[in-house]
């Protein structure tokens, strides 16, 4: 059985100056804390839809 690869974002890969990163193996898990993280600290409301894109053209 396969299991899910680890999904990590991270601050610094969109052009903040922040060592911040979020990692699992549940991707919505890992943007909803991204979401919030970016919301609290830099003032940004990303859609989930949005973050789910940036994990995506990672891959």
Do not use: T, W
């Not at 991270?10 to 898990?29: I, L």
């Not at 943007?31 to 891959?59: G, P, T």
Request: contains cysteine.
């Amino acid at each position: 059985m396969m299991k899910n690869p680890v999904v990590k974002l991270q601050c610094s890969d969109y052009g903040y100056d922040c060592a911040y990163f979020s990692s699992d193996r549940n991707m919505s898990v890992v943007i909803n804390n991204f979401q919030k993280h970016v919301s609290d600290k830099h003032f940004i409301d990303y859609s989930y839809e949005a973050v789910l894109q940036f994990i995506l053209r990672k891959r």
